[in-house]
């Protein structure tokens, strides 16, 4: 099972809305509504930030937004502040009956 | 409070054999699927197996299908991974996360609880 891509890096600065990609394919993010997205700042253990798509877990704020389309997730972040710079993980279920990850992308907050 | 804390990790020289335990408390343990997941020094997220609530469901990565073999005791509140013919290239920081809340015995489809890992070094 291949990873699904990310862009390795993107940027924003304080206040803009930034959107990270994730591409797979028909057999896992087109074929199923089920991406969630992590952060993970250095050092940390990721954190659940988006599931099943477009749902936000309880203490998550709502600048966080997820959506799909065909064989592409996207993961955006409104009003950028400094702790959003973390790397972010984009994950889906598959045919195989397994999980994948995305490569990761690192987020600058200029 | 939800906490997930592994154990186990360590050195251990090619062809070798570890097993990492994960400790669950603050949840209904049995209620949830678990899930290990490893990130080699400076690489992106791996997942690596699942295993649903009653252990009715079990799944791994083709990279340590055969090698690895992820089990659980819900009376102990404890998910365990025996990682057997050990390669370098297992060399990573080994996370516990739990699954979802789905109320059915199927590896839920995110990870909602993440412990903070435990690394593992395959070096001679």
């Known amino acids: 099972q291949s990873a699904l891509t990310q862009p390795a890096s993107v940027s924003g600065s304080p206040g803009q809305s930034i959107t990270i990609s994730c591409t797979g394919t028909s057999s896992d993010v087109g074929g199923y509504n089920y991406v969630s997205w992590y952060q993970q700042h250095p050092g940390k253990a990721p954190k659940l930030m988006i599931y099943?798509?477009?749902n936000r877990p309880s203490g998550v704020s709502n600048r966080f937004s997820g959506s799909k389309s065909g064989n592409t997730a996207s993961l955006t972040i409104s009003g950028l502040q400094a702790e959003d710079e973390a790397d972010y993980y984009c994950s889906s279920y598959t045919s195989s009956s397994n999980w994948v990850f995305g490569g990761g992308t690192k987020l600058t907050v200029l | 409070e939800v906490q997930l804390v592994e154990s186990g990790g360590g050195l251990v020289k090619p062809g070798g054999s570890l097993r990492l335990s994960c400790a669950a408390s603050g949840f209904t343990f049995s209620s949830y699927s678990m899930n290990w997941v490893r990130q080699a020094p400076g690489k992106g997220l791996e997942w690596v197996s699942s295993i649903s609530s009653s252990s009715s469901y079990i799944y791994y990565a083709d990279s340590v299908k055969g090698r690895f073999t992820i089990s659980r005791d819900n009376a102990k509140n404890s998910l365990y991974l025996q990682m057997n013919s050990l390669r370098a290239e297992d060399t990573a920081v080994y996370y516990c996360?739990?699954?979802?809340?789905?109320?059915?015995?199927?590896?839920?489809?995110?990870?909602?609880?993440w412990g903070k890992g435990t690394t593992v070094t395959v070096s001679s």
């Open positions: 099943d798509v477009s």
């Open positions: 996360a739990r699954g979802g809340y789905s109320g059915y015995d199927f590896p839920s489809y995110y990870m909602d609880v």
